[in-house]
């Protein structure tokens, strides 16, 4: 019934968000006139006339609590990429409240940009020009930057997608979680704590580039990663590290030891999960 709701929304929200994107073929006028005009025989054209053009509709799903991508893409049946394809800035990061655009089949959504062409398209996702045509409802070829086009069948372009979607994160150190991400006592706490012994290794919760190695002010020393897409991740108070600027580090390697240097009382672990530079809740990407 909740679902009944959502979908609901979903589609006035599709409206809403994507009316800019409708073909102006796709607008009303004409169809009062044709409905008047026929007399007798007047319930197949007007049926005709009341269904909209062929255009798939593409949707908006606003994640629930729990709910994870392949769940909202075997709902809608298509896969994970094509959801992710639409919604390039999920990434790994859905949380409740979170509007996703979901297509109505397998394919991409691509935003046009500067010097893009029908044909260039076609070619970038292997489908016909035809086919973007008819699936966006549109005879022409001019497009105009930062319209968005369905391309029906087309894989996004960016193998980065698949690729972060198939790595996920694993715990930098094991131990329990003695402060949550978020503000406490009027400060706000860019990352979670992990009580664990000095001395216990803490190891990369992701592939990626060490971006810094070193002392960190307050957070004492530090490794700092860089995993792509704009992620990093970032392990303080280390009694010491065993990795250097530049190295590449495979997902679960040992990048130092938890410690208490910097500002911390007691040993532990602080973990910070960066997108764009802005810490958000590593719970969000741990397993
Ligand atoms: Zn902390």
Known sequence: MLMQVLVAFALAAAVVLFGHLAMPAAGPAGTPAAAVQAPGPAAAPVAREAAPTARPAVRVHTVAAGESLSAIAARYAIDVDTLLGANPEADELIHPGDELVVLPQKGALHVVAAGDTLWALSRAYGVGVAAIQAANGREGDALAVGERLFIPGGRPRGEAVSRAYGQRFAWPAAGEITSPFGYRWGRHHAGIDIAAEAGSPVRAARAGRVAFAGWYGGYG??????????????????DDYVVEGGQHVAAGQRLGYVGDTGYSFGAHLHFEVRVNGQPVNPLQFLP
Not at 222 to 237: P, R
């Open 221 to 238: 020393y530090t490794v700092m990663i860089e995993h792509g897409q704009g992620i990093a991740t970032l392990y303080a108070h280390l």
